[in-house]
């Protein structure tokens, strides 16, 4: 927990500049709507001092609802996601075959600052920021085909198998990304109209864990007698619609709700 909260102190200060976005104008509001596809990963494997398995690729999916104020060539944007992370391995396990795969399922919640590039990229805007998550549930799935016995039997126990008192319920992640904004009458090219209220999106992003997911009671040396931290990890693609909205202003008295 005292690591949680040194992650959260770090990342806050690296939102700052996002309180000084209302002096801009041009500014709109929108809403939005995303599904994403991601290769996830848990960096530096929990095998509760049994031997270690290969890595093997994992697919989850995210979606969920947001929240993206523009202020000119800047913005911040929020909101509540859905997400499944965790790991797959695959490989030989004390002398036969094994699979593993854990399913770790996040409430997210990022805060990300954005900036719009220039040039011939104008239609993308960069986004950096802290991602705060929320551990909904944890599974674990393991099979092996007979074999030598293993160290801990209990916590590598064969079946799918709730875990979610193994990992920590909080988690702080630091996300980047790449959106390109367009639409279908655009050509993807920029400024848009300002009667323009539908806008796709399609992201790049990715994000890395600052907290070990591990609990204290948990944190299992490997065969080696060495414990190494747990973090998330992934990086995927998502799709998306923003809708926009009239918002009130608090920064300002002199405000317009026109295009980017």
Do not use: C
Not at 126 to 142: K, N, R, T, V, W
Not at 214 to 225: A, G, I, P, R, V
């Amino acid at each position: 927990m005292k690591n949680f909260f040194k992650a959260v102190v770090f990342v806050a200060i690296s939102i700052i500049p996002l309180f000084t976005l209302g002096q801009q104008i041009n500014r709109t509001s929108w809403i939005s709507g995303d599904f994403g596809v991601n290769n996830t990963w848990i960096l530096n494997q929990n095998m509760y001092g049994n031997q270690e398995l290969p890595y093997s690729p994992k697919v989850g999916f995210s979606g969920g609802l947001g929240f993206t104020y523009l202020s000119y060539t800047n913005g911040y944007s929020t909101g509540l996601r859905i997400a499944n992370l965790g790991q797959s391995y695959s490989g030989s396990m004390a002398g036969v075959n094994a699979k593993r795969k854990v399913n770790l399922t996040y409430l997210q919640l990022p805060v990300m600052a954005m900036h719009q590039m220039s040039g011939r990229f104008k239609t993308t805007w960069l986004e950096f920021g802290p991602q705060f998550m929320y551990l909904l549930s944890a599974h674990q799935d393991f099979s092996r085909n007979d074999g030598r016995p293993i160290v801990d039997l209990q916590t590598m126990s064969e079946g799918h198998v709730n875990v979610k008192n193994r990992f920590n319920p909080f988690d702080v992640m630091l996300k980047v990304g790449l959106t390109n904004m367009f639409t279908s009458t655009s050509k993807y090219k920029l400024p848009y109209r300002p009667t323009e209220k539908l806008i796709w999106t399609l992201s790049l992003d990715g994000a890395i864990g600052l907290t070990d997911i591990n609990q204290k009671q948990f944190q299992t040396e490997n065969t080696h007698h060495i414990y190494g931290a747990s973090h998330n990890f992934y990086v995927g693609i998502r799709i998306g619609i923003m809708q926009k909205v009239k918002m009130p202003y608090l920064f300002s008295k002199n405000n317009t709700d026109s295009n980017f």
